[in-house]
Nanobody, 117 residues
């Protein structure tokens, strides 16, 4: 069992930046690929970004490419999502997930990001 806690969400204006953090309870974060997902009101949860166990490979949804950067520090059991040039359509609850076999296995509780126009 891995417990994940997200932080760093908030209210920001269009064009602003936020950095989300996801801290794992166990010192085995390097065992898992990690992903960020988001869910806007009335919509399904969607993939945002993924990073491999070593951090050497990353993937992004087309909607965030060039604006968001996922990174990890396995020594600190933490995964980050740097979000720049934020848009109102980025408004959502953001979740981190520890993945096994490319599928989310453990989820955090989420952190709200609101981008005002």
């Amino acid at each position: 069992q891995v417990q994940l806690v997200e932080s760093g969400g908030g209210l920001v204006q269009t064009g602003g930046s936020l950095r989300l953090s996801c801290v794992a309870s166990r010192r085995t974060l390097s065992t898992y690929a990690m992903g960020w997902f988001r869910q806007a009101p009335g919509k399904d949860r969607e993939f945002v970004a993924r990073i491999s166990r070593s951090g050497g490979t990353t993937e992004y949804a087309d909607s965030v490419k060039g604006r968001f950067t996922i990174s990890r520090d396995n020594t600190e059991n933490t995964v980050y999502l740097q979000m720049n040039s934020l848009k109102p359509e980025d408004t959502a609850v953001y979740y981190c997930a520890a993945e096994l076999s490319n599928q989310p296995r453990y989820w955090g509780q989420g952190t709200q990001v609101t981008v005002s126009s």
